[in-house]
């Protein structure tokens, strides 16, 4: 099986329980690989996602922030945490 990372969170304590259903959220991530943040969108009441086409036995780290789909303003970005892959097939990390 291809690595992956699965992400999970709790929505943004303040927002209206009427908001909730309707959040859009965005994921970023980046690996101790590679220069760049990646970016995942999505506009899902669900609170875990799995990330993937990741590097194997690889350490990412990753952050999130939240909105209500009608507003232009963001939650503040979470706290980054990190989580590694791990190794594809038979090879161990």
């Known amino acids: 099986m291809p690595p ?4 999970h969170w709790k929505k ?15 994921i970023r991530y ?3 690989k590679e220069n760049g943040m ?3 969108f999505m506009e899902e ?8 086409n990741l590097w194997d036995c690889t350490n990412y780290t ?5 909105a209500h789909i009608g507003s ?12 590694a892959t791990e190794g594809h097939g038979e090879q161990e990390c």
């Open 45 to 52: 009441d669900s609170a875990t996602i799995d990330l993937t």
């Open 38 to 40: 990646k970016d995942y």
């Open 12 to 26: 943004p304590r303040y927002m209206p329980v009427s908001a909730q259903k309707n959040t859009r959220c965005q």
């Open 72 to 83: 232009k303003f963001w939650s503040e970005w979470s706290t980054k945490k990190m989580g």
């Open 4 to 7: 992956k990372l699965r992400v």
């Open 30 to 32: 980046k690996s101790i």
């Open 62 to 66: 990753v952050d999130i922030r939240c």
